[in-house]
C-alpha cells in the first residue's frame, strides 16, 4: 500500500473558523487529489495536482483551497469553513502511468 | 459531470451473480473500479482503458464499450467479502488523470 497519511483524521469546528487538512505521501507520486464523500453523491473531486506548485480545479471547489509546495505533501484549506462542508474528506494520490489512485483513510469533518 | 451508475443497491445470496453499470456523457478514455468498505477508504480494483479489453480480478470482471461510454463490473460467484460500495470513475479524452466519480453502488452480500 501507499505510504499516505492524512492529518487531523478527526475535526470539529465552529462556522466561519479557517481549517486546513494535511495529506502526507511517501511514494513519490506525482499526482495528488482531493475528495470529499457525502451520502448520496459519491466521492467528489475538489482539486487536484498533477505536480509542484500544479493544481486544478474539481467539481465542487468553491470554498476551498489547495497548496503543494512539495511532492510529498498537499495541504486543503477552508478559509471560513460552513455546515455545508461538513464531511468525510479524501486524500489519494497517483504515479501517473498506471493511473491508479491510492486513497488515505480520511478526515472527518464537523461544522458546527 | 459525475457518471450514471446503476442499480443503486442490490442485495445477493452468496453464490449469486451482478452486474454493476457505469455510463457517462463524455468521450472516455479510461474507466477506473473501486471498491469501499463500511469505515474505510476506497480501494483500486481494476482500470480499463481506450480500447475496448476486458479485464480480470479473481471472480471480477469487468469491460468497457468506448463507443456508448458504458462500463460493466461483473461479479461472479459472490463472497461475503465482496460486500462493500463499489465506484466507477471516469477519465474523459484529454483528461489529465482527472477521475469523475459515480455515487457507487451499495452490494451486500449475505450467507
Known amino acids: 500500500d501507499a505510504g499516505i497519511t492524512q492529518s487531523p483524521r478527526h475535526k470539529v469546528t465552529e462556522t466561519g473558523t479557517p481549517v486546513t487538512l494535511r495529506c502526507h505521501q511517501t511514494?513519490?507520486?506525482?499526482?495528488m487529489y482531493w475528495y470529499r464523500q457525502d451520502p448520496g453523491h459519491g466521492l467528489r473531486l475538489i482539486h487536484y495536482?498533477?505536480?509542484?506548485?500544479?493544481?486544478d480545479k474539481g467539481e465542487v471547489s468553491d470554498g476551498y483551497s489547495v497548496s503543494r509546495s512539495k511532492t510529498e505533501d498537499f495541504l486543503l484549506t477552508l478559509e471560513s469553513a460552513t455546515s455545508s462542508q461538513t464531511s468525510v474528506y479524501f486524500c489519494a494520490t497517483g504515479a501517473g502511468g498506471l493511473r491508479e489512485q491510492f486513497f488515505g483513510p480520511g478526515t472527518r469533518l464537523t461544522v458546527l | 459531470q459525475q457518471p450514471v451508475q446503476s442499480p443503486q443497491a442490490v442485495i445477493l445470496r452468496e453464490g449469486e451473480d451482478a452486474v454493476i453499470n457505469c455510463s457517462s456523457s463524455?468521450?472516455?478514455?479510461?474507466v477506473h473500479w473501486y471498491r469501499q468498505k463500511h469505515g474505510e477508504a476506497p480501494v483500486f480494483l481494476m482500470i480499463l482503458l481506450k480500447g475496448g479489453e476486458q479485464k480480470g480480478h479473481e471472480k471480477i470482471s469487468a469491460s468497457f464499450n468506448e463507443k456508448k461510454q458504458q462500463s460493466s463490473l461483473y461479479l461472479t460467484a459472490s463472497q461475503l467479502s465482496y460486500s462493500g460500495t463499489y465506484f466507477c470513475?471516469?477519465?474523459?479524452?484529454?483528461?489529465?488523470?482527472?477521475?469523475?466519480f459515480g455515487i457507487g453502488t451499495k452490494l451486500q452480500v449475505i450467507p
Open positions: 470513475g471516469t477519465e474523459a479524452t484529454g483528461g489529465y488523470q482527472k477521475v469523475t
Open positions: 495536482s498533477y505536480g509542484v506548485k500544479d493544481t
Open positions: 511514494e513519490n507520486h506525482r499526482y
Open positions: 463524455k468521450a472516455l478514455y479510461s
